[in-house]
């Protein structure tokens, strides 16, 4: 199931609760960030949260980032074995990416977010 398939109206009513996780905290290497986001998503899960917002940076340099591509990778596998419904990476942060205005309709309070519309490659919003 994808984030744009998910408009169930009992998720919409239900208050939102989204956690922000830095795992750039600390400059971990990509194994130590996969071990936190796995962490992670484990408590976000228990405690009822329906989203995460993952800080994971672009790079120092501004071109890339290995904790960001390892993070996305692993997001990507995550998906694929029913482990989170859905992410979206920063650049596709924006009403006009047809996952993000499904996530928005289903979570209207997210249309506050600070990085929403901002193209920011250095975090990525997480439907547990």
């Given at each position: 199931?994808?984030?744009?398939?998910?408009?169930?109206?009992?998720?919409?009513?239900?208050?939102?609760?989204?956690?922000?996780?830095?795992?750039?905290?600390?400059?971990?290497?990509?194994?130590?960030?996969?071990?936190?986001?796995?962490?992670?998503?484990?408590?976000?899960?228990?405690?009822?949260?329906?989203?995460?917002?993952?800080?994971?940076?672009?790079?120092?340099?501004?071109?890339?980032?290995?904790?960001?591509?390892?993070?996305?990778?692993?997001?990507?596998?995550?998906?694929?074995?029913?482990?989170?419904?859905?992410f979206?990476?920063g650049?596709?942060?924006?009403?006009?990416?047809?996952?993000?205005?499904?996530?928005?309709?289903?979570?209207?309070?997210?249309?506050?977010?600070?990085?929403l519309?901002?193209?920011?490659?250095?975090?990525?919003?997480?439907?547990?």
């Amino acid at each position: 199931m994808t984030i744009a398939d998910n408009e169930s109206s009992a998720a919409s009513a239900e208050t939102m609760k989204i956690k922000t996780v830095n795992l750039e905290e600390g400059m971990p290497t990509v194994e130590q960030a996969r071990t936190r986001l796995a962490d992670e998503l484990h408590k976000a899960k228990r405690d009822g949260a329906r989203l995460l917002k993952i800080i994971h940076g672009y790079g120092s340099s501004g071109v890339g980032g290995a904790l960001r591509d390892g993070i996305l990778g692993s997001l990507a596998r995550q998906k694929m074995d029913g482990a989170i419904e859905d992410f979206i990476a920063g650049e596709d942060w924006r009403i006009a990416d047809a996952s993000a205005w499904q996530l928005l309709k289903q979570f209207p309070e997210l249309k506050n977010d600070s990085d929403l519309g901002r193209g920011n490659r250095g975090i990525t919003i997480v439907l547990l």
